[in-house]
């Protein structure tokens, strides 16, 4: 595939939006069976899967209070201050998620109301491998505590020395949460999905993992347990145009791309000389990062496109990303553009870290093109609304012939019979 | 399994909460055939399937704006006035449900906030064999309307004569929905799924159907495609206490049985005598409904319980059904014990029958469970909430370091040169 393209054609268009994609048959034959050995043997298969996977198994599968209080101690100044300001600015945006119905009154005597509840036990899969992401806690954790979660478990797997990253634990600290199970991969998503002896069954999966923990989500979803989504390869996207710094492009390019070999970075812009730019620039700042090996891989997926601005967004829209900034000095009034996107990011200052970490928004998003459909985590995510309805004498009167009517032409007659024995009552 | 039981101990409960369950692996094998057929061959499959199913095809798949301007004709008037009237109740209830966040500003110089866009486009799927659900179509329609959906395609079967239903047409013609496909069961899920020649692809499908449907929504919504819910049998439970009036329990226990053979009503009270009392008016009121034999059927799966107060809410919450009636003068307060459920309905004056059709709230509800985690459609369901957020130079000095110091401990480094490079030429 090309991965520059100047002015394609809308033909040239879907081949320009394919994503990366992994072939996962085998992958769902191991997981099932790492599955169900969680469900036959429990907290035992959790350990034997940690001494297979990963050469240790931990000796006790729950992280103390002890080691969560004192995990603060192995931390540097500067980062925990970092959390903190991040766990206020995400706290801030998130609050406001919380909205109040009023009760409606549809009819005199005919009330009607959503009520929203917390979703009671869920689950908060940190992965902890490679990077151990305390951001993705943070990012989970504080919508669940805002939509009143009580039962919140955090599974993330333990590191060699059979402890839970520090930071993990300092995130889990601040926030309240001290249920931590020591577990992995798909062994941990079956754990919270079914249960073991130790860890209590959950209503609800959240959070984002390698291959493994995605396509177990995927099977115990496909059995019935809830899950936030189906996390794919992360992605971005920038809508550069001439008031644009192309140094700061670059460097949002390049910092999408280290996600994985798997990530996506799409670049649309309707000046080539834009484009030119942006490419130099890359090649200026990369040899300087530590993953540099991460985003070359990355890089044969890119698509850098030239297309004008109302082309731009309708591939834009059609590609759906996970990402988006808007590189402009008009980024505001460009955003009115935008109708599929996980989160958008404008102008020039809006680089995509600052919603990964601090700036409030959360960084659990659609991926894949689901965009389209689906809104990234939010308070939203831990809540489900029930609806209400209380009718009077007088609302029964009022709409038992309409419920009458109908019921009986959808051929319902008992539903008729509801209404009838409830009207027949008030005549006398 | 005992269908009446008298205060079952804890143990029991799992067995007394079990749901009528079936048998679909041989089910999906021929929906897979059904929908790689339409994926292939588009609208002549469609005409196929339906000349093998239901022995014969429309010529035109296409409902014309004319037949859609004179169903009118061909429909009672008070059924008319009825639907116009259920169509104002629930377009009241749901406009509520467009709510406009606030942009927050977390820390000078970053503002955040959150837009709810419609999805662009979306299918509705209305049964019309057995039943012509045209209140489903209001249910759907409306809440797709009021989220500013713009490209709504509605399939429906066609009836023997090749026509479809004049009371589903009137709806539609009221909602000023003028793109209806002439499909029914699996093949008009793939047809929305994948587009046909003269289908649009569609982003989200939505609304009930027969096990095919259902299957079929299993499998394209697997394939990535969005759907709304997977609608299991229906399901009623009834919390009836002494100041229940027992005739409308059972005639509410009645309405939900006749919906099909696999539909499951539970009552819970806390007094034997209450029990006894519903289950006399039952049968004196069963030898007079249409759908007897169904509802008998369906009374196989029933539970009629006794428990108290306390034990009962647990158990219903623990069920989490998709309806749930409080018979009770005392509903309203007991309705704060109500953790899992769809919709709720207090005091004896509110009939499910309400709720299905007119009083506003919408009945496409979750079931077999999924209440403890879903919520019903709503104007939520054809939406998607897009987070944006603008950064200025004051608001990256003040979440620079926080982003800086998470994303180095993260170990991603491209992250923080993205900051870092803003940072730098903010000090020059």
């Not at 048959?25 to 599955?35: A, D, F, P, R, Y």
């Not at 959790?46 to 729950?62: E, I, R, T, Y």
């Not at 520090?166 to 079956?190: C, D, E, W």
């Not at 009718?391 to 309409?402: E, L, M, R, T």
Request: glycine letters at 6%; aromatic letters at 8%.
């Amino acid at each position: 595939m090309k991965t520059i393209s100047i002015n394609p054609s809308k033909k040239e268009w879907p081949a320009l939006m394919e994503r990366p994609t992994f072939e996962t048959k085998n992958l769902e034959e191991t997981v099932t069976q790492i599955i169900n050995e969680v469900r036959e043997k429990g907290d035992e298969a959790v350990k034997d899967f940690s001494l297979q996977f990963h050469g240790f198994a931990p000796k006790n599968l729950w992280v103390t209070k002890e080691e969560i209080r004192n995990a603060s101690k192995y931390l540097d100044g500067s980062l925990k201050r970092a959390m903190i300001l991040a766990k206020k600015n995400i706290e801030k945006f998130h609050h406001q998620q919380i909205l109040k119905e009023k009760k409606i009154v549809t009819l005199p005597g005919v009330t009607c109301w959503r009520k929203s509840l917390p979703i009671e036990k869920v689950g908060l899969y940190i992965p902890g491998g490679s990077a151990p992401l305390f951001s993705t806690l943070l990012m989970l954790a504080i919508p669940a505590k805002i939509a009143g979660c009580k039962n919140i478990t955090i599974t993330t797997p333990a590191q060699k020395d059979g402890n839970v990253n520090a930071a993990i634990l300092y995130a889990a600290y601040i926030l309240g949460i001290y249920k931590i199970y020591k577990g992995g991969g798909a062994q941990a998503i079956a754990a919270m999905a079914y249960g073991t002896q130790s860890v209590d069954k959950v209503d609800k999966i959240f959070g984002p993992g390698n291959q493994y923990v995605t396509c177990a989500k995927k099977l115990v979803n496909r059995d019935g347990v809830a899950i936030d989504m189906l996390a794919g390869p992360s992605e971005l996207a920038v809508y550069a145009d001439e008031t644009c710094i192309p140094e700061f492009v670059a460097a949002d390019l390049l910092s999408q791309a280290e996600h994985g070999a798997d990530s996506q970075v799409i670049l649309v812009t309707p000046k080539r000389k834009i484009l030119d730019r942006v490419i130099e620039d890359i090649y200026r700042q990369l040899p300087f990062l530590d993953r540099k090996d991460i985003i070359e891989q990355s890089f044969l997926n890119k698509r850098f496109l030239v297309l004008n601005e109302n082309k731009a967004f309708n591939f834009l829209n059609e590609y759906a990303p996970e990402h988006l900034i808007i590189a402009s000095k008009n980024a505001e009034k460009l955003s009115a553009l935008v109708k599929n996107a996980g989160s958008v990011f404008l102008g020039n200052m809006s680089p995509e870290s600052a919603g990964d970490y601090a700036s409030g928004t959360n960084h659990s998003l659609p991926t894949g093109g689901s965009a389209k459909t689906f809104s990234g985590v939010s308070v939203d995510s831990f809540i489900k609304k029930i609806t209400f309805q209380k009718i009077n004498k007088q609302g029964i009167k009022s709409i038992g012939f309409a419920v009458e009517k109908m019921s009986e032409a959808e051929g319902l007659t008992a539903h008729k019979n509801a209404i009838r024995i409830r009207m027949k009552k008030l005549k006398k």
